[in-house]
């Protein structure tokens, strides 16, 4: 396995000249805005002819521990001993979502597939819908990780390409096979909780109509005081808490990535199941950074050789950090004693199996972490 890195800035375009010609996959993330401009994936063909493409947009990039916004973060990769297969479908609503994991899974699942890393469309889909039409074709065992294309705190459009340039509505996905490659994971958030507890009195799939009986949009304004005017944007900073019951010990946290005044409703990017309960959330710098740790640690194994580390970090994440941003990035490579190529990007879902569980699902405000190795 070999690995190239390479990143376009405005200021400086490529960095240096691609040496990685025989690369069988290149994965890259970029700004909307540069991803929309229509050339940089043509010029990522031109330098690598014989590559499966995939890329998509972001709410900030990550390259190496450096964390960049209006970029494009590329590895190239070169397997000896994994093959690869690839698939992508277009949704026109969440309403698709389990159908288009269906339809992906049926196409990649094969006796000896061993992982795969996947990349949705950020406003469209329904991250929960999508990993259990996953699951209802591919077998528990398989690893699944990868996330939801991201719009800065826009959400209004994201971007998705399959060896095509990135568009809305996609998403895509590569299958590896073989018993050659090792992939290591883990995903940890760092949010704690405040507030009262509330029991979601009506939902339907990712969408929040009450909270103990009470409009949940007027609710969620209370705590959000002048912030609320900002919404969704402002939302990433008090993502929401909901498991199944009071005596749960585990739970997982939901993002907004849209609002509906007029209905008084919030859209997740998951699923909010009626008769969970639910608890608001906030961040912590230190939290936050010990989150991206243990992530690392998780996902760090033991790799001889090359290997490729993937982050998938939420936006909320970055909004909050703020200028610090880059400490979670560094956090992570220090754990790989920064000999373990990074690229990354920010997110609005991360997907990845439940340390606690033990099942692949949507997170919102985690660390996650991918690292591929070739023995």
Known sequence: MQVEQILWTKNNGWDKAPALAEAGLVIYFGGKDVLNEGTHYQELKKFYPKAQILGGSTGGEISGAEVLDDSITVAAI???KTTLQVASTQVKNAEDSFKAGQTLANELNKSDLKNIFILSDGTNVNGSDLVRGLYDVLDEKIIVTGGLAGDGAN????????NAP??????????????????????VGGWSKFGPERKITKSKDNILYELDGKPALDLYKQYLGDDANKLPGSALLFPLSIRPMQESEHDIVRTIVGVDEKEKTMIYAGDIPTG???????????????????AAKLAQGEQTGQSLAILVSCIGRKLLLGQSISDETEAVADVFNHKIPM???????EICHQQFTGKCSLHNQTMTVTVFHEA
Not at 155 to 162: A, I, N, R, S, Y
Not at 276 to 294: P, S, Y
Not at 343 to 348: E, R
Request: charged share 15%; no cysteine; net charge negative.
């Open 78 to 80: 070169t397997f000896s």
């Open 276 to 294: 969970h309960i639910a608890q608001l959330m906030r961040g912590d710098f230190d939290l936050l950074i010990d989150g991206a740790t243990e």
């Open 155 to 162: 959400f209004k459009h994201t971007l998705v390409g399959l």
């Open 343 to 349: 690229i990354g990007f920010y997110s609005y879902g």
């Open 166 to 187: 990135p568009a809305d509505k996609v998403i895509a996905a590569i299958g590896f096979y073989g018993n050659a490659l090792q992939v290591q994971y883990g995903s």
